[in-house]
Protein backbone atom coordinates (compact mmCIF):
# COMPACT_ATOMS: atom_id res chain seq x y z
CA UNK A 1 0.00 0.00 0.00
CA UNK A 2 3.05 2.56 1.19
CA UNK A 3 5.14 1.54 -2.09
CA UNK A 4 1.64 2.31 -4.46
CA UNK A 5 1.16 6.25 -2.66
CA UNK A 6 4.42 6.25 -3.53
CA UNK A 7 4.78 5.22 -6.86
CA UNK A 8 2.04 7.30 -7.61
CA UNK A 9 3.56 10.42 -5.68
CA UNK A 10 6.50 9.38 -8.09
CA UNK A 11 4.76 9.14 -11.57
CA UNK A 12 3.01 12.62 -10.72
CA UNK A 13 6.32 14.56 -9.70
CA UNK A 14 7.87 12.77 -13.28
CA UNK A 15 4.89 14.38 -15.33
CA UNK A 16 5.51 17.44 -13.86
CA UNK A 17 8.60 17.75 -14.77
CA UNK A 18 8.17 15.93 -18.14
CA UNK A 19 6.12 19.44 -18.56
CA UNK A 20 8.69 21.22 -17.38
CA UNK A 21 11.24 19.99 -19.73
CA UNK A 22 8.62 20.40 -22.52
CA UNK A 23 8.00 24.15 -22.54
CA UNK A 24 11.96 24.14 -21.66
CA UNK A 25 12.25 22.52 -25.41
CA UNK A 26 9.63 24.90 -26.89
CA UNK A 27 11.07 27.22 -29.42
CA UNK A 28 11.18 30.92 -28.86
CA UNK A 29 9.08 33.17 -31.33
CA UNK A 30 9.20 37.07 -31.73
CA UNK A 31 5.63 38.43 -31.23
CA UNK A 32 3.40 40.87 -30.21
CA UNK A 33 1.22 41.77 -27.58
CA UNK A 34 -1.78 43.90 -27.32
CA UNK A 35 -2.23 45.31 -23.62
CA UNK A 36 -4.73 47.55 -22.20
CA UNK A 37 -4.35 49.05 -18.37
CA UNK A 38 -5.22 51.31 -16.46
CA UNK A 39 -2.40 53.71 -15.18
CA UNK A 40 -3.48 54.96 -12.38
CA UNK A 41 -0.80 54.38 -8.98
CA UNK A 42 1.75 53.25 -11.47
CA UNK A 43 5.19 55.39 -12.81
CA UNK A 44 4.20 54.67 -16.35
CA UNK A 45 4.85 52.16 -18.41
CA UNK A 46 8.73 51.70 -18.56
CA UNK A 47 10.30 49.29 -15.85
CA UNK A 48 13.67 50.69 -14.14
CA UNK A 49 15.84 48.01 -12.88
CA UNK A 50 16.88 48.38 -9.51
CA UNK A 51 14.20 50.90 -8.45
CA UNK A 52 11.26 49.01 -6.61
CA UNK A 53 10.15 51.79 -4.86
CA UNK A 54 8.68 53.12 -8.60
CA UNK A 55 6.19 50.60 -9.19
CA UNK A 56 5.70 50.45 -13.42
CA UNK A 57 3.27 48.41 -15.77
CA UNK A 58 5.83 46.33 -16.78
CA UNK A 59 7.05 44.69 -13.53
CA UNK A 60 3.98 43.35 -13.35
CA UNK A 61 3.79 42.32 -17.01
CA UNK A 62 7.14 40.44 -16.80
CA UNK A 63 6.56 38.80 -13.23
CA UNK A 64 2.80 37.59 -14.92
CA UNK A 65 5.07 35.80 -17.84
CA UNK A 66 7.85 34.51 -15.66
CA UNK A 67 4.83 33.12 -13.80
CA UNK A 68 3.09 31.78 -16.55
CA UNK A 69 6.04 30.01 -17.86
CA UNK A 70 6.59 31.49 -21.11
CA UNK A 71 10.18 33.15 -20.53
CA UNK A 72 12.43 31.70 -18.45
CA UNK A 73 13.56 33.72 -14.96
CA UNK A 74 16.63 35.10 -16.04
CA UNK A 75 14.91 37.42 -19.06
CA UNK A 76 12.99 38.65 -16.47
CA UNK A 77 16.01 40.14 -14.88
CA UNK A 78 17.38 41.03 -18.16
CA UNK A 79 14.89 41.96 -20.87
CA UNK A 80 17.31 42.47 -23.61
CA UNK A 81 17.64 38.32 -23.76
CA UNK A 82 13.94 38.28 -24.92
CA UNK A 83 14.28 40.99 -27.02
CA UNK A 84 11.85 42.99 -25.12
CA UNK A 85 10.27 46.52 -26.50
CA UNK A 86 7.62 48.84 -26.07
CA UNK A 87 5.89 50.66 -28.45
CA UNK A 88 5.32 53.87 -26.16
CA UNK A 89 6.72 54.82 -22.96
CA UNK A 90 3.58 56.20 -21.41
CA UNK A 91 4.08 58.93 -18.34
CA UNK A 92 3.05 58.13 -14.35
CA UNK A 93 -0.45 57.57 -14.19
CA UNK A 94 -1.27 57.05 -18.19
CA UNK A 95 -3.71 54.51 -19.20
CA UNK A 96 -3.69 52.79 -22.17
CA UNK A 97 -6.53 51.07 -24.59
CA UNK A 98 -3.64 50.11 -27.33
CA UNK A 99 -0.12 49.24 -26.54
CA UNK A 100 1.56 46.45 -28.30
CA UNK A 101 5.01 45.32 -26.83
CA UNK A 102 7.30 43.03 -28.82
CA UNK A 103 9.29 40.21 -27.65
CA UNK A 104 10.16 36.36 -27.98
CA UNK A 105 8.70 33.58 -25.69
CA UNK A 106 7.75 30.48 -25.66
CA UNK A 107 4.44 29.75 -27.71
CA UNK A 108 2.91 27.60 -24.70
CA UNK A 109 -0.81 26.48 -24.88
CA UNK A 110 -3.20 29.14 -23.44
CA UNK A 111 -0.83 31.59 -23.68
CA UNK A 112 -2.98 34.58 -23.30
CA UNK A 113 -4.94 33.22 -20.94
CA UNK A 114 -2.02 31.72 -18.44
CA UNK A 115 -0.48 35.54 -18.91
CA UNK A 116 -3.99 37.23 -17.30
CA UNK A 117 -3.99 34.41 -14.51
CA UNK A 118 -0.94 35.69 -13.62
CA UNK A 119 -1.96 39.73 -14.25
CA UNK A 120 -4.16 42.00 -11.67
CA UNK A 121 -7.69 42.76 -13.51
CA UNK A 122 -7.04 46.40 -14.25
CA UNK A 123 -3.52 45.18 -17.01
CA UNK A 124 -4.83 43.12 -19.99
CA UNK A 125 -3.26 41.28 -22.54
CA UNK A 126 -6.13 41.26 -25.48
CA UNK A 127 -4.25 40.13 -28.63
CA UNK A 128 -1.41 38.28 -29.62
CA UNK A 129 0.35 37.84 -32.88
CA UNK A 130 3.26 36.53 -34.80
CA UNK A 131 5.98 38.77 -36.08
CA UNK A 132 9.31 38.67 -38.05
CA UNK A 133 12.22 37.64 -36.19
CA UNK A 134 13.66 41.39 -36.69
CA UNK A 135 10.60 43.24 -35.47
CA UNK A 136 10.97 46.04 -33.06
CA UNK A 137 7.44 47.93 -31.95
CA UNK A 138 9.10 51.25 -31.17
CA UNK A 139 11.18 51.40 -34.51
CA UNK A 140 8.31 50.02 -37.21
CA UNK A 141 5.88 52.40 -35.65
CA UNK A 142 4.91 54.75 -37.43
CA UNK A 143 2.38 56.65 -35.28
CA UNK A 144 0.69 56.87 -32.58
CA UNK A 145 -2.65 57.90 -31.63
CA UNK A 146 -3.74 59.25 -27.87
CA UNK A 147 -6.58 60.47 -26.58
CA UNK A 148 -7.56 62.88 -23.68
CA UNK A 149 -10.76 62.80 -21.53
CA UNK A 150 -11.65 65.95 -19.42
CA UNK A 151 -14.52 67.52 -18.23
CA UNK A 152 -15.96 70.16 -20.59
CA UNK A 153 -15.71 73.17 -17.43
CA UNK A 154 -12.02 73.38 -18.55
CA UNK A 155 -12.95 75.78 -21.92
CA UNK A 156 -15.10 77.78 -19.52
CA UNK A 157 -13.96 81.46 -19.64
CA UNK A 158 -12.42 82.90 -16.90
CA UNK A 159 -14.10 85.65 -16.60
CA UNK A 160 -18.05 85.19 -17.47
CA UNK A 161 -18.87 81.42 -17.65
CA UNK A 162 -19.89 79.16 -14.60
CA UNK A 163 -16.20 77.81 -13.48
CA UNK A 164 -17.75 74.55 -11.90
CA UNK A 165 -19.50 70.82 -13.00
CA UNK A 166 -22.93 72.34 -14.11
CA UNK A 167 -21.23 73.83 -16.93
CA UNK A 168 -21.97 72.95 -20.66
CA UNK A 169 -20.12 73.01 -23.76
CA UNK A 170 -21.31 75.51 -26.45
CA UNK A 171 -21.21 74.76 -30.38
CA UNK A 172 -19.34 78.35 -30.37
CA UNK A 173 -16.56 77.33 -27.81
CA UNK A 174 -15.96 73.68 -29.13
CA UNK A 175 -15.53 75.00 -32.84
CA UNK A 176 -12.85 77.78 -31.39
CA UNK A 177 -11.70 74.49 -29.25
CA UNK A 178 -11.43 72.83 -33.01
CA UNK A 179 -9.99 75.65 -34.72
CA UNK A 180 -6.63 76.07 -32.30
CA UNK A 181 -6.17 71.98 -32.17
CA UNK A 182 -6.07 71.96 -36.04
CA UNK A 183 -3.18 74.94 -35.72
CA UNK A 184 -0.89 71.92 -34.47
CA UNK A 185 -1.21 69.80 -37.46
CA UNK A 186 1.94 69.65 -39.42
CA UNK A 187 5.80 69.82 -38.48
CA UNK A 188 6.56 72.49 -35.98
CA UNK A 189 9.33 72.56 -33.59
CA UNK A 190 7.79 71.58 -30.16
CA UNK A 191 10.94 72.23 -27.84
CA UNK A 192 8.70 74.40 -25.69
CA UNK A 193 6.22 71.45 -24.91
CA UNK A 194 8.70 69.07 -23.41
CA UNK A 195 11.42 69.66 -20.47
CA UNK A 196 15.36 69.13 -21.77
CA UNK A 197 15.43 70.18 -25.56
CA UNK A 198 16.64 73.28 -27.12
CA UNK A 199 15.12 75.14 -29.77
CA UNK A 200 17.93 73.99 -32.31
CA UNK A 201 17.92 70.59 -31.43
CA UNK A 202 15.99 68.62 -34.16
CA UNK A 203 14.58 65.95 -32.36
CA UNK A 204 12.03 68.76 -31.28
CA UNK A 205 10.66 68.70 -34.47
CA UNK A 206 6.99 66.46 -34.72
CA UNK A 207 4.81 65.84 -37.26
CA UNK A 208 0.96 65.60 -36.38
CA UNK A 209 -1.67 64.14 -38.39
CA UNK A 210 -4.75 65.24 -36.28
CA UNK A 211 -5.75 67.04 -33.36
CA UNK A 212 -9.68 67.29 -32.83
CA UNK A 213 -12.26 67.01 -29.87
CA UNK A 214 -15.09 65.38 -29.95
CA UNK A 215 -18.79 65.51 -29.03
CA UNK A 216 -19.16 66.42 -25.23
CA UNK A 217 -21.12 63.90 -23.29
CA UNK A 218 -22.39 63.33 -19.36
CA UNK A 219 -21.75 60.52 -17.20
CA UNK A 220 -22.22 61.17 -13.16
CA UNK A 221 -23.76 64.47 -13.85
CA UNK A 222 -20.93 66.04 -14.96
CA UNK A 223 -19.90 66.75 -18.79
CA UNK A 224 -16.71 65.51 -20.69
CA UNK A 225 -15.34 65.63 -23.89
CA UNK A 226 -12.41 63.95 -25.60
CA UNK A 227 -9.45 65.07 -27.79
CA UNK A 228 -7.69 62.81 -30.35
CA UNK A 229 -4.16 63.35 -31.29
CA UNK A 230 -2.38 61.06 -33.90
CA UNK A 231 1.52 61.84 -34.70
CA UNK A 232 4.09 60.24 -35.72
CA UNK A 233 5.52 60.14 -32.32
CA UNK A 234 5.73 62.01 -28.75
CA UNK A 235 7.95 63.22 -26.20
CA UNK A 236 7.77 63.75 -22.93
CA UNK A 237 4.36 65.59 -21.50
CA UNK A 238 4.01 67.24 -25.18
CA UNK A 239 0.77 66.41 -25.60
CA UNK A 240 -0.36 67.37 -22.07
CA UNK A 241 1.43 70.85 -23.07
CA UNK A 242 -0.69 71.00 -26.21
CA UNK A 243 -3.77 70.77 -24.17
CA UNK A 244 -3.42 73.00 -21.70
CA UNK A 245 -2.13 75.57 -23.84
CA UNK A 246 -5.36 75.20 -26.01
CA UNK A 247 -7.24 75.38 -22.54
CA UNK A 248 -5.65 78.71 -21.14
CA UNK A 249 -5.92 80.42 -24.65
CA UNK A 250 -9.87 79.34 -24.52
CA UNK A 251 -10.18 80.46 -20.78
CA UNK A 252 -8.55 83.91 -21.97
CA UNK A 253 -5.41 83.86 -19.93
CA UNK A 254 -3.60 83.51 -23.03
CA UNK A 255 -4.14 85.32 -26.31
CA UNK A 256 -3.92 82.90 -29.75
CA UNK A 257 -1.00 84.69 -30.75
CA UNK A 258 1.41 82.15 -28.22
CA UNK A 259 0.94 79.44 -30.65
CA UNK A 260 2.94 80.79 -33.08
CA UNK A 261 5.49 82.63 -30.22
CA UNK A 262 5.67 78.98 -28.68
CA UNK A 263 7.17 77.09 -32.47
CA UNK A 264 9.94 79.82 -32.31
CA UNK A 265 12.95 80.10 -30.74
CA UNK A 266 12.33 81.85 -27.62
CA UNK A 267 11.06 80.14 -24.29
CA UNK A 268 8.08 80.16 -23.59
CA UNK A 269 6.17 79.19 -20.51
CA UNK A 270 3.36 76.22 -21.70
CA UNK A 271 1.20 74.96 -19.02
CA UNK A 272 1.01 70.85 -18.55
CA UNK A 273 -2.50 69.77 -18.27
CA UNK A 274 -2.67 67.04 -15.66
CA UNK A 275 -1.94 63.19 -16.81
CA UNK A 276 -4.72 61.66 -15.33
CA UNK A 277 -7.11 61.91 -18.96
CA UNK A 278 -4.54 60.60 -21.61
CA UNK A 279 -4.91 57.26 -23.01
CA UNK A 280 -2.61 55.73 -25.68
CA UNK A 281 -5.60 54.95 -28.01
CA UNK A 282 -3.57 52.58 -30.71
CA UNK A 283 -0.39 52.38 -32.51
CA UNK A 284 -0.11 52.12 -36.13
CA UNK A 285 2.24 49.89 -38.26
CA UNK A 286 1.13 50.71 -41.86
CA UNK A 287 4.41 50.42 -43.21
CA UNK A 288 4.66 47.05 -41.83
CA UNK A 289 1.29 46.22 -42.44
CA UNK A 290 1.95 46.60 -46.88
CA UNK A 291 5.36 44.65 -45.93
CA UNK A 292 4.56 41.39 -44.17
CA UNK A 293 1.06 41.90 -43.70
CA UNK A 294 0.07 39.22 -46.40
CA UNK A 295 3.53 37.33 -47.18
CA UNK A 296 1.55 34.37 -46.25
CA UNK A 297 3.47 34.08 -43.79
CA UNK A 298 2.76 37.01 -40.85
CA UNK A 299 -0.72 38.80 -39.98
CA UNK A 300 -0.90 42.44 -40.75
CA UNK A 301 -0.94 44.22 -37.06
CA UNK A 302 -4.26 45.51 -37.48
CA UNK A 303 -6.23 44.32 -33.87
CA UNK A 304 -10.64 44.85 -35.36
CA UNK A 305 -11.70 41.02 -33.91
CA UNK A 306 -10.35 43.12 -30.36
CA UNK A 307 -12.06 46.28 -30.59
CA UNK A 308 -14.72 45.27 -28.57
CA UNK A 309 -12.88 43.79 -26.04
CA UNK A 310 -11.04 47.11 -25.65
CA UNK A 311 -13.70 49.43 -25.72
CA UNK A 312 -15.11 47.10 -22.97
CA UNK A 313 -11.90 47.12 -21.04
CA UNK A 314 -12.15 51.27 -21.33
CA UNK A 315 -16.00 51.39 -19.87
CA UNK A 316 -14.62 48.58 -17.59
CA UNK A 317 -11.27 50.21 -15.92
CA UNK A 318 -10.20 53.76 -17.79
CA UNK A 319 -13.51 55.85 -18.24
CA UNK A 320 -14.80 54.92 -14.48
CA UNK A 321 -11.02 55.40 -13.14
CA UNK A 322 -10.68 58.73 -14.85
CA UNK A 323 -14.22 60.16 -13.94
CA UNK A 324 -13.60 58.75 -10.22
CA UNK A 325 -10.73 60.36 -9.58
CA UNK A 326 -10.93 63.62 -11.48
CA UNK A 327 -14.28 63.57 -8.53
CA UNK A 328 -12.46 62.43 -5.49
CA UNK A 329 -9.06 64.22 -6.28
CA UNK A 330 -10.17 67.48 -8.73
CA UNK A 331 -7.00 66.96 -10.91
CA UNK A 332 -8.56 69.31 -13.30
CA UNK A 333 -9.95 72.04 -10.91
CA UNK A 334 -6.56 72.63 -9.00
CA UNK A 335 -4.77 72.57 -12.11
CA UNK A 336 -7.01 75.19 -13.72
CA UNK A 337 -6.65 77.52 -10.32
CA UNK A 338 -2.97 77.41 -11.64
CA UNK A 339 -3.51 79.33 -14.66
CA UNK A 340 -3.23 82.82 -13.04
CA UNK A 341 0.34 82.31 -12.27
CA UNK A 342 1.43 81.67 -15.39
CA UNK A 343 3.41 84.85 -17.43
CA UNK A 344 1.94 83.97 -21.08
CA UNK A 345 2.94 87.45 -22.45
CA UNK A 346 6.35 88.25 -21.81
CA UNK A 347 9.20 85.23 -22.41
CA UNK A 348 10.77 83.18 -20.02
CA UNK A 349 13.97 85.47 -20.69
CA UNK A 350 11.89 88.35 -19.30
CA UNK A 351 10.44 86.43 -16.67
CA UNK A 352 13.65 86.12 -15.15
CA UNK A 353 15.03 89.49 -15.40
CA UNK A 354 11.64 90.75 -13.90
CA UNK A 355 12.13 88.46 -11.36
CA UNK A 356 16.01 89.71 -10.47
CA UNK A 357 14.98 93.25 -10.26
CA UNK A 358 11.84 92.51 -8.32
CA UNK A 359 14.36 90.95 -6.00
Known amino acids: EENGHQSKRFKRDVDENDAEDQTKKLPKRKIVLLMAYSGKGYHGM ?19 LVQSGCIPENHGED ?3 MSFQRCARTDKGVSAAGQIVSLKVRLIDDILEKINNHLPSHIRILGLKRVTGGFNSKNKCDARTYSYMLPTFAFAHKDHDVQEEVY ?4 ETLEKVNKLLACYKGTHNFHNFTSQKGPKDPSAKRYIMEMYCGEPFVRENVEFAVIKVKGQSFMMHQIRKMIGLVIAIVKGYADESIME ?3 GEEKVDVPKAPGLGLVLERVHFEKYNRR ?6 HEPLEWTEEEEKIAVFKEQYIYPTIINTEREEKSMVNWLNTLSIHDFNSSVVEMQANDKNSK
Not at 292 to 297: A, I, K, V
Open 261 to 263: RSW
Open 79 to 81: MKK
Open 46 to 64: QRNVGSSQFKTIEDDLVSA
Open 292 to 297: FGNDGL
Open 168 to 171: RLDR
